[in-house]
């Protein structure tokens, strides 16, 4: 009995095999281009299909809150509702997104008694360094906001080396 080769019938290829042989083609690009999105870090190397986590520290981001009233005094983050502004900010998958503003309004919807209070968030993230090779968490994402009225606000941030910044209004 002769050995055949899976694609070699004569009478042409089967539509699950046309389909397994595309899904398996995007596939293999996808890997390609997750791992260009990497080295060019503009994507967590542990998201979107993790195909470079081993490449690099698991950067962990971590959200936290400053009150900027009386200078940076950090605020205790599990007294506040992050799930709608981590879930807006597509769970910091993307590293140099912006912060929403569909996330900046939910997060004051979720936490209304943090309206009219300045605040500062600031993402940070563990990065591997080389030179001696060690792990070390810095600051990689800020946004601050300055309080115009009792529902009007200004932000400002700055993520890999951009800055942006605006107005929002909570009711419109």
């Not at 080769?5 to 595309?22: E, N, T």
């Not at 929403?100 to 600031?122: T, Y």
């Not at 115009?148 to 009711?171: H, R, T």
Request: with cysteine; aromatic share 16%.
């Amino acid at each position: 009995m002769p050995f055949k080769l899976p694609f070699s019938q004569s009478d042409g290829w089967p539509v699950h095999k046309i389909g397994f042989a595309l899904l398996l083609l995007l596939h293999s690009i996808w890997i390609v281009v997750h791992m260009n999105l990497v080295s060019r870090e503009l994507v967590n190397p542990w998201k979107l299909g993790g195909y470079a986590m081993y490449t690099t520290a698991n950067p962990r981001p971590k959200l936290q809150i400053f009150d900027m009233r009386f200078g940076p005094t950090p605020m205790d983050w599990a007294s506040y509702n992050d799930k709608g502004f981590f879930e807006e900010n597509y769970r910091y998958a993307f590293r140099c997104a912006q912060f929403s503003e569909k996330s900046m309004r939910r997060f004051f919807a979720d936490n209304s008694l943090l309206i009219g209070v300045p605040i500062q968030f600031v993402v940070w993230e563990k990065r591997l360094l080389r030179g001696p090779v060690r792990i070390e968490g810095a600051a990689h994402a800020l946004l601050a906001i300055r309080w115009m009225g009792s529902d009007e606000f200004q932000y400002a941030g700055q993520v890999c080396g951009q800055k942006y910044g605006g107005k929002i209004k909570l009711k419109q």
